[in-house]
């Protein structure tokens, strides 16, 4: 592995302290046993060493975050380079929210937590790659679907502006839809059931009632670009 001289060192640092607190911290914590410490206090202690290793992992994430931060991003373009820009925006908060929860189960010995946990981070991490697809995947779509050639773009120079006036609005309406039901299927897979609530009369009232106001400005804007166009044909003759 190419490290400098001074990350070997700090890495081996690290490693040393993790070393000496999870080892020499275990034996101390089993060896009350052997003094006489009674059942109660020596699982206080085991919580107390695990808490101590959850908050030197935690504080070895937050001194990496922006060295992290520039590894995951690296210089790759397209949706692979879109993913990673979003991944090194947030890993240390997934790190953190990851390594707390994971004490929390160990701690209060939650039944099948730990393959919860699992699963939880597998489908979310499937999920949020998915979306970045789909938003990058429409994007094109939509930016190719309204493209005006070039040829037209010459021989009416307004055409292209006025034919894509609202196409940055209908962008980041679709963004925003595809976030939505990302955070919805996010729920679902933390066991939330956010997909669920989309088929109870109160999220149907509301997907109805949303649907409807859209198509009531779209129409809107037909009527008003048709007006627009009429008036001002009739104007420049």
């Known amino acids: 592995v190419k490290l400098t001289d001074e990350t070997a060192n700090y890495l081996y640092l690290w490693l040393r302290r993790f070393s000496i607190v999870v080892l020499y911290g275990y034996f101390t914590v089993q060896s009350s046993r052997l003094l006489g410490v009674p059942s109660e206090a020596h699982a206080i202690l085991v919580k107390l060493l695990g808490f101590v290793i959850a908050a030197m992992a935690l504080m070895f994430v937050m001194q990496n975050r922006k060295e992290a931060e520039r590894w995951i991003r690296g210089r790759s373009a ?3 380079g879109s993913l990673r820009k979003r991944l ?34 597998g489908l979310s991490i499937v999920i949020i790659a998915v979306s970045q697809v789909l938003t990058a995947v429409l994007r094109t779509l939509i930016e190719r679907a309204f493209a005006v050639s070039a040829d037209l773009n010459a021989r009416f120079p307004g055409l292209e502006e006025r034919a894509n006036r609202y196409l940055p609005i209908m ?28 088929s109870t009369s109160a999220g149907q009232d509301l997907i109805g009632s949303l649907l409807t106001i859209l198509l009531v400005i779209v129409i809107a804007l037909a009527v008003w670009e048709i007006m627009a166009g009429t008036i001002e044909r009739y104007l420049n003759t």
Not at 98 to 110: C, G, N, S
Not at 179 to 191: E, I, K, V
């Open 88 to 121: 090194a925006e947030i890993w240390h908060v997934l790190i953190f929210l990851f390594v707390v929860a994971t004490y929390m189960i160990w701690a209060l010995d939650v039944p099948g937590g730990f393959e919860f946990m699992l699963r939880g981070a």
């Open 171 to 198: 962008r980041t309406t679709a963004k925003y839809v595809i976030y939505l039901f990302t955070a919805l299927s996010l729920m679902q897979a933390w066991g939330l059931s956010g997909l669920d609530w989309l």
């Open 78 to 80: 397209g949706v692979v």
